[in-house]
């Protein structure tokens, strides 16, 4: 006979209390709370099921870490390069967290550690293993810091290429990241740069727990969703970049919108428990105008560090503020005009260069949501592991959808709850009427609905506490079934969105070092072409030099520049222009990869470029190639 044991929850419920059948068990908040636990007690079946798992899948991944061969990276990026123990262990440490949660109610403890270790397993391993900086766009952003410390100021009226100009426009992250490497008295921020997605994931858990404890009081739906959110979080913008910090600070500003902006009168029968998914919170207690007040002054400081680090950020928050006051409850507009003021002021003084060349460009992309929508500007993904990832990408933002959208319609006394946070996901989605953002608006959508989401699609996966006998039983049998499988398959969709173009990612030492002796090499004021910005140091000592990344442009253009590069290269460089070429590994895997070359054109071009006496050959290694340009006397 299969023995049936409820999940525990704190607090009341409000549903009335089912009746105890066989050896079911209710646990109630007048229960003791749960103590650490003796050497006999660990031991005991109930008990061993919680932490043995814990241990075993640590002791796998310890054991696959240093077998990963990340060296050698094929097509399907790090999918093929881990060994089956690293497999292994995230499908125990999943299976580990879903028998946590029957012990959520009195332990939550069990549940926040596995969602650590979870957080440790998926995005520890470049930290601890590579030996260069991941992502060429963290090694941008490491130059940016460096140049800061190098001249202790910032230059936001000049003009550099590449749309440089905006990180003296937006220092805000860079100043806080060169009082890091100071304070820590190291050489660059590459020494610490690795790390990032894992120090901002740690400090994001316990903000999205504050804001899902604000619309409930399960547990076991609590963690279920800060889950969710880590599985679902593949977007990559939580490398060391002023997305990830000001998002960071985001989600702070809002958890503390949703808990303490509640206006008085407002909860109406929000407040009574029997109206209530017994799931859900009842709305926070009031604030009155003056606690308001300075509450707004408080968070601020907040508003402005996120105006001062990043230019997306501030306008996502301002629609999310918005949409809050679309409800009742949070009618504030206090928050909301201090939030627009500090944008607009900062947009209009230390970032008014780019933001009136964005107010130009909008009369092209305001209304263009197919445009706008559409990722990057390169073609198709080309070779198994990006049309992997590709796939992997949409699979999950539908299955995310639909379980968001079954609980949304299912649930709906937990939705009318949860309204800020459906809210709050949907008030993104107007940017795409607006532009581009770089080819990276659909990422951003994404990203900044992704609270709410995950709170709704784990809302699917957890059943209420309440209802009668045969009903909680149904809902509890059907659980079982799909929470595993949901939480494997989001597994299985995050391993290649965030690790199937790995090898563009990654670059050997001796990659990076050849090219910071080409710029090194290269006078003041030269020009600098390269098929794409996606290498290593591409934008060491970015100051001092111009860049053309010449395959960053729609398809045909390349198709009409590998006709002729060596002619399509020199046409466009200024006559009496220093310019060096450069070509490496790691802009072959990604001009393939994301479909601005067709697949065996990189090699040619670069064998046209060796034998073309308009260029000459500088270095030439494994590691990368480097051409000096030399015209015709």
């Known amino acids: 006979m299969q023995q049936r044991v409820p999940t525990p929850v704190v607090g009341s419920t409000g549903a009335p209390p089912a009746q105890k059948t066989g050896d079911e ?129 910032v230059h936001p009226e000049q003009t550099l290429s590449g749309g440089m100009s905006a990180y003296d426009q937006w220092p805000g992250f860079f100043a806080l990241n060169a009082a890091l490497v100071r304070a820590f008295g190291v050489e660059s921020a590459a020494s610490f740069i690795n790390w990032a997605p894992v120090v901002l994931g740690l400090l994001m858990m316990p903000v999205l727990v504050l804001i899902y404890r604000t619309f409930s009081e399960d547990w076991r739906l609590v963690w279920t969703a800060v889950w969710i959110f880590q599985l679902a979080n593949w977007v990559g913008q939580d ?76 306008v996502m928050l301002c629609a999310t503020l918005l949409a809050l006051s679309l409800t009742r409850r949070y009618r504030n507009a206090g928050l909301l005009v201090v939030a627009g003021l500090v944008m607009l002021i900062w947009d209009l003084t230390m970032g008014r260069v780019l933001f009136l060349e964005t107010l130009s460009t909008l009369r092209d992309s305001a209304g263009d949501l197919l445009n706008n929508s559409r ?94 006998g045969r009903r909680r039983r149904l809902a509890r049998r059907a659980s079982m079934v799909a929470l595993p499988v949901a939480l494997v398959a989001l597994l299985a969709g995050f391993l290649p969105s965030y690790y199937g173009k790995e090898g563009m990612h990654y670059a050997s030492p001796a990659e990076v070092a050849l090219v910071k002796r080409a710029y090194d090499r290269a006078p003041d004021g030269a020009l600098v072409l390269a098929a794409t910005g996606s290498f290593p140091a591409a934008y060491h000592r970015y100051d001092h030099y111009e860049r053309w990344l010449f395959a960053e442009q729609e398809v045909p253009e390349n198709l009409k520049m590998l006709k ?47 034998r073309s006496p308009l260029f000459r050959i500088v270095e030439e290694s494994p590691h990368g190639l480097v051409l000096e340009y030399r015209p015709r006397s």
């Open 239 to 314: 490398y060391l970049s002023p997305q990830g910090l000001s998002y960071l600070l985001y989600l702070t500003v809002f958890a503390v919108v949703v808990r303490h902006f509640v206006l008085p009168g407002s909860a109406g029968t929000l407040r009574s428990r029997d109206r209530l998914d017994p799931a859900a919170a009842v709305v926070p207690p009031p604030t009155g105008t003056r606690q308001r007040a300075i509450a707004v002054v408080i968070i601020a400081p907040l508003v402005a560090a996120i105006n001062a680090s990043h230019q997306l950020t501030p």
């Open 25 to 153: 068990r209710e646990v109630t908040s007048e229960q003791p709370r749960s103590r650490i636990p003796g050497p006999r007690e660990l031991i005991r079946p109930r008990r061993l099921l919680v932490w043995l798992p814990l241990a075993v899948a640590a002791t796998l991944w310890a054991y696959a870490l240093p077998r990963i061969d990340f060296r050698d990276i094929g097509d399907f990026g790090l999918l093929d390069r881990f060994p089956l123990a690293f497999y292994v262990s995230l499908l125990v440490l999943s299976a580990g967290f879903a028998l946590s949660l029957r012990r959520a109610g009195t332990a939550p403890w069990w549940p926040a550690a596995y969602s650590v270790a979870l957080l440790f397993a998926l995005k520890a391993p470049p930290a601890l293993l590579y030996d260069s900086v991941r992502y060429a766009w963290a090694s941008k952003h490491d130059a940016v810091i460096a140049r800061l410390l190098a001249e202790g100021t």
């Open 564 to 610: 002729n590069p060596a002619g399509y290269l020199a046409a466009g460089i200024p006559e009496g222009r220093p310019a060096f070429v450069i070509l490496t590994p790691t802009q072959q895997r990604a001009v393939i990869g994301e479909g601005y070359l067709p697949p065996g054109s990189f090699a040619r071009m670069r064998e046209d470029l060796k």
């Open 375 to 468: 990722a990057g500007y390169a073609g198709e993904p080309t070779g198994p592991g990006p049309e992997l990832v590709g796939r992997a990408n949409i699979a999950m933002v539908i299955t995310l959808g639909l379980l968001a959208g079954a609980a949304v319609l299912l649930r709906r006394r937990l939705t009318r709850t949860a309204l800020p946070l459906l809210l709050a996901a949907a008030a993104p989605v107007p940017m795409f009427a607006v532009n581009d953002y770089g080819g990276e608006m659909l990422f951003r959508v994404y990203l900044f609905g992704l609270p709410g989401t995950a709170f709704f699609a784990a809302a699917a996966l957890i059943p209420a506490m309440g209802g009668t």
